[in-house]
């Protein structure tokens, strides 16, 4: 069920205008690095008690970097090649696709999360520095770690794989990973626009 979900939003959001894009050889630059740092970013989990490893998640950073249909294809690509490269280099049993799907799933929801944000203050908000940084950078970063989270619990809990009691207790640990999540992407966003600002997404289509 949760794959079909995942499929119908690739459906509705992809089209043939990213292989145009990924000819550019900047985007294909970004591209291949924020792979790799995501797939590393993700691959570094702590465990709390019996609760899903939680991580940073750099969405945001990834969303203004990349834009929202390149993002959605980092997604997959950073989830499953670790797995692959653990599945390779020590053969074991294959990770339950549930818990996987649940993971794209509320990665999913927090990449749109931060591009409708995002979208929303270029239209309402003023063109201004301090704007991009603290609302589509750190703002948008604290709230992007809210909804992975809540979507990571209601989707253990709508699959039966916790308690109620327990999906409770891995919502409170939402101020946990907001508050760094939103130092991690304000100050990636804030060097990226101030050193590199032609590496994100949003001016590259103003030129």
């Known amino acids: 069920m949760l794959l079909l979900v995942i499929g119908f939003i690739y459906y509705l959001i992809l089209n043939k205008g990213m292989l145009l894009l990924l000819r550019q050889p ?15 970013l993700w ?10 490893p939680l991580h940073f998640l750099g969405i945001t950073t990834l969303i203004l970097l990349l ?12 989830i499953y090649l670790p797995i692959v490269a653990a599945y390779w ?13 649940i993971r794209w799933l509320a990665l999913l929801c927090a990449a ?3 591009y409708l944000l995002y979208w929303w203050s270029e239209q309402r908000l003023s063109n201004h520095l ?13 709230l ?53 600002p032609q590496w994100l997404a949003a001016f590259r289509e103003q030129d």
Not at 89 to 101: D, F, K, T, V
Not at 132 to 142: E, L, P, S
Request: with cysteine; net charge neutral; glycine share 6%.
């Open 144 to 196: 992007s770690a809210a909804v992975y989270m809540a979507v990571m619990a209601a989707g253990h809990l709508t699959l039966g794989f916790s308690t109620s009691r327990l999906t409770m207790d891995y919502l409170t640990t939402i101020p946990l990973l907001a508050l760094p999540e939103a130092l991690l992407n304000g100050m990636a966003v804030t060097m990226l626009l101030i050193y590199r």
């Open 130 to 142: 301090f704007v991009r940084i603290f609302i589509c950078g750190f703002f948008n970063a604290m």
């Open 43 to 52: 691959a570094i989990q702590v465990k709390l008690n019996e609760m899903p």
């Open 89 to 101: 280099l020590i053969p074991a049993g294959w990770p339950e696709q549930e818990e996987i799907s």
């Open 112 to 114: 749109i999360q931060s």
């Open 26 to 40: 900047l985007v294909q630059s970004l591209f291949v690095g924020a792979t790799l740092v995501a797939t590393i």
């Open 67 to 78: 834009g929202l249909r390149l993002s959605l294809l980092v997604i997959p690509l950073a």
